[in-house]
């Protein structure tokens, strides 16, 4: 019904910086929360920012003053520019959508991508 689907993971040196992206595919009319989340070797996935339908954001202490979250509502995608990168910083990257309403007037919550790697190298 929905799938999301990321990108723009990879290695890159301490200090450097990386740009994902998320594209929710499907019937959907509007997605009012999206965001991003990360699981490191060993810890629980943990939220890294989210942005809800009207702007407003949320980032772990981690991220703050270092992570952008952004989202274009036509093309149903969310970004997270993230700079500044450390070691800590690497994990697997996962897309979430929550509270999606599709063209047929269902509510789907809690939909997540494949993931995507983050290698921050020392």
């Known amino acids: 019904q929905v799938q999301l689907v990321e990108s723009g993971g990879g290695l890159v040196q301490t200090g450097g910086s990386l740009r994902l992206a998320c594209a929710a595919s499907?019937?959907?009319?509007?997605?009012?929360?999206m965001g991003w989340y990360r699981q490191a070797p060993g810890k629980e996935r943990e939220l890294v920012a989210n942005m809800l339908i009207y702007g407003s954001t949320n980032y772990a202490g981690s991220a703050e003053g270092r992570f952008t979250i952004s989202r274009d509502d036509d093309k149903n995608t969310v970004y997270l520019q993230m700079n500044n990168l450390k070691p800590e910083d690497t994990a697997v990257y996962y897309c979430?959508?929550?509270?999606?309403?599709?063209?047929?007037?269902?509510?789907?919550?809690?939909?997540w991508g494949q993931g995507t790697q983050v290698t921050v190298s020392s």
């Open positions: 979430n959508a929550n509270r999606i309403r599709l063209r047929d007037s269902r509510l789907i919550f809690g939909v």
């Open positions: 499907g019937s959907i009319t509007r997605i009012d929360v």
